[in-house]
């Protein structure tokens, strides 16, 4: 996490995002993150150890899908959706729209209440 | 080519078909497809061996992206267009329109006729 380094709106490409939603994952996280709330990494459950986690975080970082900030010890990540929509219009919410229909990576959500570990929509 | 099984549409999953747009190459054939005419595979061509344009092509197949159909000694290819567009609403849409901006898979075509080598959308 430090001094990590977020490709600029420009120099996201196809090929990185599309590889960072063939994740099941990965694309949960991006349904977690889809209601545009940070969320700190330590809220974020999923089916895989931590160190697998930090992975797919990074993965998802530098495709420019998401941007991580530290503060302190502690590291929060949100979705870049604005840049995503203005790169490839329509594409983030196909894939959200795909996802949910298949139900692809409903396992990941957030540890912070049983009530809210799935995002709204 | 042999007894080739094509997913049913409701066998087609989500992360199949968003690997098999992860490839510039794969895109690039989906591009070409997209047209709805259907091709010889001979028709194809690509910066990548036989073999390799033959495994891309069977990528797009297993995932339920193309159908392919041998007649005689040779072998067509065309879009699952819609069964895809039935199953994930506007993904192949928002992928043909990010691939086309930032111009992925712009070295796949056809190769019977220098002016038509690029489908025309």
Same mark, same amino acid.
Request: charged share 30%.
């Given at each position: ?20 939603? %063939?994740? &099941? ?5 991006? $349904?977690?993150?889809? #209601? ?14 931590? %160190? ?15 941007? *991580? $900030?530290?503060?302190? *010890? ?12 203005? $790169?490839?219009?329509?594409?983030? #919410? ?8 298949? #139900? ?7 540890? #912070? ?5 799935? &995002?709204?929509?």
């Amino acid at each position: 996490m430090r001094q990590v380094r977020h490709p600029e709106r420009d120099e996201i490409t196809f090929i990185a995002v599309v590889a960072a939603f %063939s994740d &099941p994952i990965r694309v949960g996280l991006l $349904r977690v993150l889809a #209601d545009g709330r940070e969320r700190q990494w330590g809220e974020l459950r999923a089916p895989v150890a931590k %160190s697998t986690l930090s992975h797919h975080l990074r993965v998802l970082r530098d495709a420019g899908v998401t941007r *991580t $900030r530290q503060e302190g *010890t502690r590291c929060y990540v949100e979705l870049r959706r604005e840049d995503l929509d203005a $790169r490839f219009p329509g594409l983030v #919410d196909a894939v959200l729209h795909g996802a949910e229909g298949d #139900d692809v990576g409903a396992d990941v959500g957030v540890v #912070d209440n049983a009530s809210t570990s799935r &995002p709204a929509g």
